[in-house]
């Protein structure tokens, strides 16, 4: 065999191998497994927000938006044209989570919590009755620690799972479920539930195509329906 079929052979495998690790890293990312082959960023992303949070200025009589990515993914202030409106929303955020962050917010004794979780604990295959656990004890720890301010739940927004193609271990009606009984922590005095997944959903009951980019989060104009549909609540 000649050295020059020898160094030809030679790159013509090399480039299979490449072409069949590219491949396999596609798959692997269709396939929501691709956190494998990196380091997760979600929890660093996470304590960048967690330690952000610690140091910036406290203001007392605030309205705070705590929430995941859904949350995380607005610029609340502007949108209400409110400087008293605080995003404390990290991407990936479960209702665990808030409850190991909750004291950054009470302790500032704010006016208004509005709180949307629960969309990853349920895709985390999380339990229902652990979810609405953690709820009523985050509810517990905002009456306790800062008696005067009001509780706003918002529900638990749909997924479309036409634009989505990731297999998830859910459905919306786990979603519906799990708003129904959210709707049973409201005293409609101090904590009250707002219904917003109703006004997402298409004909199919998925989160509306004009509403989203990636059948989970919103684009621009979903969140102006969720700023009409809590305005009355914010001012």
């Known amino acids: 065999m000649s ?14 191998n490449i072409c069949i690790f590219v491949f396999s890293i596609y798959i692997l990312s269709k396939s929501n497994l691709i956190s494998y082959f990196r380091p997760s960023t979600a929890s660093s992303y996470s304590t960048e927000k967690k ?34 409106i605080k995003n404390r929303g990290i ?16 302790k500032t004794k704010p006016k208004k919590i509005f709180i ?16 609405l656990d953690n709820y009523q ?5 905002i009456k306790i620690d800062s008696p005067k301010t009001k509780i706003y739940i918002e529900s638990i927004l ?15 009606q786990d979603i519906f479920d799990l708003n129904n009984n959210l709707k049973k922590l409201s005293d409609n005095s101090t904590i009250f539930y707002i219904d917003l997944s109703s006004r997402f ?11 989203t980019f990636d059948g989970i989060h919103l684009n621009g104009q979903g969140y102006m329906v969720w700023k009409k549909e809590i305005s009355k609540y914010v001012q």
Do not use: H
């Open 91 to 106: 991407n990936s955020d479960t209702t665990e989570g808030i409850l190991n962050r909750l004291n950054q917010i009470t």
């Open 116 to 131: 949307m979780v629960g969309i990853n604990d349920l895709l985390s295959n999380i339990e229902t009755n652990k979810i």
């Open 158 to 172: 749909p997924l479309n799972f036409e634009i989505d193609k990731t297999k998830r271990p859910i459905t919306n």
């Open 3 to 16: 050295s020059v079929f020898k160094k030809n052979l030679n790159k013509f495998l090399i480039i299979i």
């Open 201 to 211: 959903l298409n004909l199919f009951n998925q989160l509306d195509e004009k509403y």
């Open 137 to 141: 004890k985050i509810i517990t720890t």
């Open 51 to 84: 330690t952000l949070f610690d140091n910036l200025p406290q203001s007392e009589n605030a309205i705070y938006f705590l929430g995941d990515s859904l949350t995380d993914g607005c610029e609340w202030s502007e949108l209400f044209s409110n400087l008293k």
